[in-house]
């Protein structure tokens, strides 16, 4: 079972919206922090959007205009991107870690591709 399973990517234009997706597989109690990270061509992966034990923080690029929501009930959390612009060009990665009893886990989704055009 692929423990994390991401959706949404896709091409907008600056100034549009997108919405990703990140089912995870694990147990909801278990999960520790659950994130979004993004990694630009020539870039470091950076830090989109996270929530560790019910506290939320974003990338200072992105306050203001993405938003990171849940749905425990379908074990997903959505990251809603609006007013993107062309420098939020990345691969969007969701990214989980916790334990459950004496595992320790520390999952990366498969990426989605997002592009924005001027």
């Known amino acids: 079972q692929v423990p994390l399973v991401e959706s949404g990517g896709g091409l907008v234009q600056a100034g549009g919206s997108l919405r990703l997706s990140c089912a995870s597989s694990?147990?909801?109690?278990?999960?520790?922090?659950w994130g979004w990270y993004r990694q630009a061509p020539g870039k470091e992966r950076e830090l989109v959007a996270m929530?560790?034990?019910?506290?939320?923080s974003y990338g200072n690029p992105v306050k203001g205009r993405f938003t990171f929501s849940t749905n425990y009930g379908k074990n997903t959390v959505y990251l809603q991107m609006d007013s993107l612009k062309p420098e939020d060009t990345a691969v969007y990665y969701c990214?989980?870690?916790?334990?459950?009893?004496?595992?320790?886990?520390?999952?990366w989704g498969q990426g989605t591709q997002v592009t924005v055009s001027s």
């Open positions: 990214h989980v870690r916790g334990s459950l009893g004496t595992e320790v886990y520390d999952d």
């Open positions: 694990r147990s909801i109690v278990s999960i520790v922090d």
């Open positions: 929530l560790t034990r019910g506290h939320l």
